[in-house]
């Protein structure tokens, strides 16, 4: 039987388009998923035991404000040695607006190194396990030798009880490279679709954590590009990079929907092909 978890709203977490950012769905994710911890035995390992691997969240309607929370399901998928899978559903008023997985591996912060389950550890996550239903592959791509640049630094804010940057607010880094989408000067991608009266929507996103992003004074780098174009949909995939050691911390491939302002999807606008032609993206 799934794990029911209760997440409040917050009128802070809507956005401009007026409903909840996407972003914020993988807050709700992690809200759960620290809820389900500490109703049983493995509490003790949001301590200092547990790191995400990845995230794939497929956004399946429009979540709006209410003074009701939203309601999570979480599911035990696979129980590795050293690692497990989580799925989710999110609902609201019985609508299902997401559903997503998680991988997470228990991890040793002092030692710095992942670290085994105990005995005790695995059998309460296998006595969980089920059968998860697979979300489709969005393929595997790399940011090529051109790319669209964003450059930014981490909030002290954006910091957990690890001391390192949460693995929602990565979500937040990527989105803010996408908004600066645009090939030539001029408006950015969100001020022109909204002369344009069009709305992006974001359908998929699949996050990797490849290293731990820290608050320091220096920028970090996102580096954007396009895999593949539909006709009224766009694959993107975008990097996190460490400029002063030319690593790759965090990879996102993200679905992007273009709609008009009801959300019907309508033809990707111009400056989309553009995008596609200045930035390609290449497979790994």
Avoid at 51 to 65: A, D
Wanted: glycine share 6%; with cysteine; proline share 4%.
């Amino acid at each position: 039987m799934s794990f029911v978890s209760s997440v409040p709203l917050r009128w802070v977490d809507v956005d401009a388009q007026g409903h909840v950012n996407n972003a914020l769905i993988a807050d709700y994710l992690q809200e759960a998923r620290v809820d389900w911890l500490q109703s049983g035995a493995n509490a003790h390992l949001l301590g200092d035991s547990t790191m995400v691997v990845s995230h794939q969240v497929e956004y399946l309607g429009p979540v709006f404000f209410a003074t009701t929370p939203v309601q999570v399901l979480v599911d035990v998928g696979v129980v590795g040695a050293a690692r497990f899978v989580l799925g989710y559903r999110v609902l609201q008023d019985d609508r299902l607006v997401a559903k997503a997985r998680s991988t997470l591996c228990l991890y040793d912060y002092r030692a710095a190194r992942i670290r085994r389950m105990t005995g005790a550890e695995r059998e309460w996550f296998a006595a969980q396990s089920v059968e998860l239903e697979p979300l489709r592959s969005l393929g595997q791509w790399r940011v090529g030798a051109d790319a669209s640049e964003h450059r930014f630094t981490v909030r002290w804010s954006d910091q957990d009880a690890y001391r390192h940057v949460n693995n929602v607010r990565v979500f937040d880094y990527f989105a803010e490279a996408r908004v600066r989408l645009t090939p030539e000067p001029g408006p950015d991608r969100m001020t022109q679709a909204a002369a344009d009266q069009l709305t992006w929507m974001v359908a998929r996103q699949d996050v990797d954590y490849l290293g731990q992003i820290v608050q320091r004074r220096e920028e970090y780098l996102v580096r954007t590009a396009v895999a593949g174009l539909g006709r009224t949909s766009a694959t993107l995939v975008a990097e996190v990079q460490d400029p002063t050691e030319g690593r790759v911390l965090a990879r996102a491939h993200t679905v992007l929907v273009s709609g008009d302002l009801q959300g019907r999807p309508v033809p990707l606008p111009q400056v989309m092909h553009d995008s596609a032609a200045a930035w390609p993206a290449v497979k790994a």
